[in-house]
């Protein structure tokens, strides 16, 4: 049986309780990416052009500090990756998670908290943080009934 991973960033805690759920439907692991600094309301106020979510969504290349390193991804085959889109795609220290890490011949399913957007062009964005044989899935966004999840899990045939 494949070992699953379901890794998370979550600066509110609603993608933490998506990713809890998750792995507990889909018998994986858990592992919180957090960053090295912790966002405050004021870092995430998305209104205001000089926040610091604002400021580093605005840049390609910046890839805020994770908090540690140590998840095992070698153990794993499969892994959901799962954030709240920011600025229609994934926060930048998705990249700074995927760039830390080998995922080569991985797996990576993502699956994301949204107030209304979808994954827009996130997929296309975070192909360049890992190896070129990763496969990154588009996956689910927002919360879904635990039936549908549990269907969506078993049609991944993981």
């Not at 805690?13 to 889909?26: I, Q, R, W």
């Amino acid at each position: 049986m494949k070992k699953i991973l379901a890794a998370y960033f979550s600066a509110s805690g609603v993608t933490a309780e998506a990713a809890k759920k998750l792995a507990k439907a889909a018998g994986a692991d858990l592992y919180e990416i957090k960053p090295a600094v912790p966002y405050t309301d004021k870092d995430l106020d998305w209104r205001n052009e000089q926040s610091r979510s604002s400021v580093e969504m605005r840049s390609k290349t910046s890839r805020p500090a994770l908090a540690d390193n140590n998840a095992d991804i070698s153990q794993y085959d499969t892994i959901f990756l799962g954030f709240p889109i920011w600025w229609y795609v994934a926060p930048t220290i998705i990249n700074t998670f995927l760039e830390s890490y080998d995922f080569s011949g991985k797996t990576i399913i993502l699956f994301a908290t949204s107030g209304g957007s979808g994954f827009g062009s996130t997929v296309r964005n975070l192909k360049d943080s890992v190896a070129s044989d990763t496969n990154i899935i588009e996956g689910k966004i927002n919360n879904i009934s635990d039936e549908s999840l549990r269907t969506w899990i078993e049609s991944l045939n993981i």
